[in-house]
């Protein structure tokens, strides 16, 4: 029995009793979690950065929507980092692709903003590919 406990708390088989900042789940699922929301966090200011340089360059209705992107892109970035199951960040942003551009893309108030301009899509189109 004794030799089974390495081999199954290597498979992430033991459960943290003391959550650090609030993550849940198994010792190896919360350390690699620990690795990857700092990663999460770096690429939501990536794209505000790159929304904040293009709405400096702007004027009137489309920076005005630009914030509100920026807006929606801090929503969106506080709902994420609120997750506190490990398992999340190691399912959905072990691997970091275009998650950031899609949930702002996927936001009903996104969707407005696009129904009256089409520079948000433009933005978050040309932005993304950096």
């Known amino acids: ?49 790159a929304l904040e340089t293009a709405a400096a360059k702007q004027s009137g209705q489309d920076r005005m929507n630009t914030q509100a992107m920026i807006a929606i892109l801090e929503d969106k970035r506080a709902e994420v980092m609120a997750h506190e199951e490990a398992g999340y960040f190691i399912h959905d942003w072990q691997e970091i692709r275009d998650q950031v551009r899609q949930s702002i893309m996927n936001d009903d108030r996104y969707k407005a903003i696009k129904a009256v301009s089409s520079t948000p899509e433009m933005l978050l189109a040309t932005r993304d590919q950096n």
Do not use: C, H, Y
């Open 1 to 49: 029995m004794q030799e089974r406990i390495p081999e199954w708390e290597g498979e992430g088989g033991s459960l943290n009793e003391t959550p650090e900042k609030g993550l849940t789940g198994t010792v190896n699922q919360i350390e690699w979690a620990k690795q990857i929301k700092p990663q999460v966090n770096a690429e939501f200011d990536r794209v505000k950065t």
